[in-house]
Structures are given as structure tokens and as C-alpha cells.
């Protein structure tokens, strides 16, 4: 056996019902004393209770899905305005992914250390990927500097997300360990990291639709989601990854949402390709097929369906295929086509399963 896997460096707490006190012993351990907020106005009221105790410097609410460059702009500007020595964000990945944009290198605060305290299952808290958008153009990198030196899971804080959204953004989560099966880095560390959050998630996301206010759905659907996250920073982005960047920036679509719909279309391409990765996904979802397993869970907890409910137009099918092509990483287990991009992305469109 061969293989090199980084392991990137961050403390994690798991913390149900304790957030507060887990941020403040993170806020002391980086001895900040003038801590940036970041948290959108929808989520306000949680990043109160739970930076209560915290020597807070500034509060910043201007949170836009997909972090456009001004907005990125403005919140570097409130750093340096209040000499922040560390960022809180509470919130989904929008929110982590503006605290990434003010820390990471070339910012005016490069490097500012970040709490990160996620109330949905995007998993952004736990890799070293920034991403930025400019018009229609959305720019991803890695850079260390943009991984939070400490995550704080508290599973109390998701209970608002409401089951749609959570359904959403558990799918997305799914999606990070399907494509870090076959995705340009994977290695064994990988599937297995995967494997377990696939089992995580197929467990937590039917309790969560069954009982949206109950915890230990929640609990279990963070911990897949965080495990699902590692594995997709170390593996890198997939086919799947792929198709989503270029559909998501080029006709604005909801992050989760695109993911939860393609995710069943890329699972019927490549499986058949891909044995060893659908026999671990197979296993992960306690399924005879991963087919099987992903679409009994997909049934089960009322999964999105089709890309044109979420306002992708039927032309962008013709527009996608080229860009998606192109991105899709030359190591794919399925032979890529023009016809065959095509025929995926019209079943992810229409829905057709
Ligand atoms: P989001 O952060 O935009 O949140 C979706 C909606 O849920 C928002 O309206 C938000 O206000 C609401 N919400 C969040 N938490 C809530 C709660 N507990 N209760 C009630 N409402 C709540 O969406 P997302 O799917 O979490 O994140 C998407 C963004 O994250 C995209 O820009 C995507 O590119 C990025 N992302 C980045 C990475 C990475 O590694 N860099 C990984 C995953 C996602």
C-alpha cells in the first residue's frame, strides 16, 4: 500500500447544548480579546447566546450566499476598523465562508485565527476552502490560512434549521462523501472518513424529518457531516463537485439543493465504474446496492428532486455540458461524453430518477 494523506490541523468539540461555554474556553485558548461576530441576521439570536461571555469587538451581519467580493470587501474593512484579534461565525457555510474571505492570505488581516460554530451540515468549517464570487464567476482556492483553528458542534443550535433546509444540507453532506470515493486525492483514509459519515447521516437524516426538535438526529447527522467534510478536503473535488460549481455559479442555484438533486445522477454514472466505491457506499447505507441505499434514503426523507425547480432554464442544459467537461477530472471512473453530460444533466433537470 502507497499513499501520502494530509491531516490538517484543527481542535473539534462536540458540545450539544453548550456552545457558549465550549466558544469562550476556545476564545480564551487563542487569548483573544477583540473578537469579530459574524452571523447573518437570520441567525442572530444564536450568535447572542453564544457569544454572551465574549469580549466582542464588533458584530457583522452582512452575510450573501457564495461571498461576493465586496461583501468580502466590507467585512475585511470592520476587522482592521476594530483591530479584531479572531472571528466568531455562527452560521451555515455562507457565514464560515465569510470568515474565510477575511482571514485568508492576501486579506488585510490575513490569518486572523477563526471559531467556527456551524448551524447546518455544509461542513465549510472543516476545510481549507475559500470561495468568491465576482458577477457570474465563482472563484474556489485552498489556502491554510482559511481553516478555523477550532469548530464547536452544537447540535442545539441546527434545531431551527427547518426540515427542508436540513434535509437540503444533509444530502450535501452525503454528496462530500459519495465523490471523495472516486475524487482526484481520495486514498483509503479517505473512503473509510467517508464510508462512516455516509452511515452517520443515513441514521441521523430520517430522525431529523421524523422528529425535526429532537437531538439526537441532529447530533448524528453533525458528526456525519463533519466526517464527510474532512474527507472531501483531503480527496479533493469530484465529478460531482464539478458539475455543481459550474451549474451553481452559472445560473445562481441554492447550494444544497443542487447537490441533493445531481447527487443520485452521479452515483448512476459512476458506480457502475467504480466497484470498490459502490460496494463501500452499499456497505455504509446497510443496502445491497449504493443505489439502492441512497435512493431509500432520498425517498425517505423527501429529497429535492429536479434542477428546474430551482430556476435552472431547460437551455442551460446545452450551456453546462462544455464547462463541465472540462472540469471534470481526468481520473473519473466513468468516460466522460458530450452525450452522456447531457443525458445526466437533463435527468438532474427534469428529475427523472
Ligand atoms: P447557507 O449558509 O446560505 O444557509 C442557508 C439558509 O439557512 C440561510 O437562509 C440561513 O440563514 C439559514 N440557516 C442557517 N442555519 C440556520 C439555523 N440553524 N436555523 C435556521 N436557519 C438557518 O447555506 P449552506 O448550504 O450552509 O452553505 C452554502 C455555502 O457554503 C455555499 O456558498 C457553498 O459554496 C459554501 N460551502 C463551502 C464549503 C467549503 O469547503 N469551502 C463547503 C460546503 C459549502
Known amino acids: 500500500m502507497k499513499f501520502t494523506h494530509d491531516t490538517l490541523p484543527q481542535r473539534v468539540v462536540f458540545a450539544s447544548g453548550a456552545a457558549q461555554g465550549a466558544v469562550a474556553a476556545e476564545i480564551e485558548r487563542l487569548g483573544a480579546k477583540r ?3 459574524i452571523a ?3 441567525e442572530a439570536s444564536l450568535a447572542d447566546a453564544v457569544s454572551e461571555n465574549l469580549p466582542v469587538a464588533v458584530r457583522h451581519d452582512e452575510v450573501v450566499m457564495h461571498v461576493p467580493v465586496r461583501v468580502a470587501g466590507r467585512a475585511r474593512e470592520a476587522a482592521v476598523q476594530a483591530a479584531a484579534d479572531a472571528l466568531l461565525c455562527v452560521g451555515g457555510g455562507s457565514t464560515t465562508g465569510l470568515a474565510k ?3 485568508m492570505t492576501g486579506s488585510p488581516v490575513a490569518g486572523l485565527p477563526i471559531v467556527a460554530v456551524p448551524t447546518t451540515y455544509a461542513g465549510s468549517e472543516a476545510t ?6 465576482e ?4 472563484t474556489t482556492g485552498v489556502d491554510n490560512a482559511v481553516l478555523p483553528r477550532s469548530i464547536v458542534y452544537d447540535a442545539a443550535l441546527t434545531l431551527t434549521l427547518p426540515v427542508g433546509m436540513s434535509v437540503a444540507s444533509g444530502l450535501n453532506a452525503v454528496a462530500h462523501c459519495v465523490d471523495s470515493m472516486w475524487a482526484p486525492r481520495t486514498d483509503p483514509i479517505n473512503r473509510a472518513l467517508a464510508g462512516e459519515g455516509i452511515s452517520g447521516l443515513a441514521a441521523g437524516l430520517p430522525a431529523v424529518v421524523a422528529d425535526p ?3 439526537e438526529g441532529r447530533e448524528q447527522t453533525l458528526y456525519g457531516a463533519y466526517l464527510a467534510a474532512v474527507a472531501f478536503a483531503s480527496a479533493g473535488s469530484g465529478m460531482h463537485h464539478k458539475i455543481c460549481h459550474v451549474l451553481g455559479g452559472m445560473f445562481n442555484l ?3 439543493q443542487t447537490h441533493a438533486v445531481v447527487l443520485p445522477h452521479v452515483l448512476a454514472f459512476n458506480g457502475p465504474s467504480a466497484p470498490e466505491a459502490e460496494r463501500r457506499i452499499a456497505r455504509a447505507f446497510g443496502a445491497p446496492t449504493a443505489t439502492a441505499g441512497l435512493a431509500g434514503l ?3 426523507v423527501g429529497a429535492p428532486k429536479a434542477l428546474k425547480d430551482y430556476g435552472m432554464p431547460e437551455e442551460g442544459i446545452a450551456k453546462a455540458v462544455a464547462p463541465i467537461m472540462a472540469a471534470i477530472p481526468a481520473s473519473n471512473p466513468a468516460p466522460v461524453t458530450e452525450r452522456n453530460i447531457t443525458a445526466l444533466l437533463r435527468a438532474a433537470w427534469e428529475g427523472d430518477e
Do not use: S
Open 135 to 138: 458577477g457570474e464567476a465563482k
Open 254 to 256: 441554492p447550494h444544497a
Open 213 to 215: 426538535a429532537g437531538i
Open 128 to 133: 481549507n476552502v475559500w470561495g468568491l464570487t
Open 40 to 42: 447573518a441576521p437570520e
Open 101 to 103: 474571505a477575511v482571514a
Open 298 to 300: 432520498r425517498r425517505g
Open 35 to 37: 473578537v469579530m461576530v
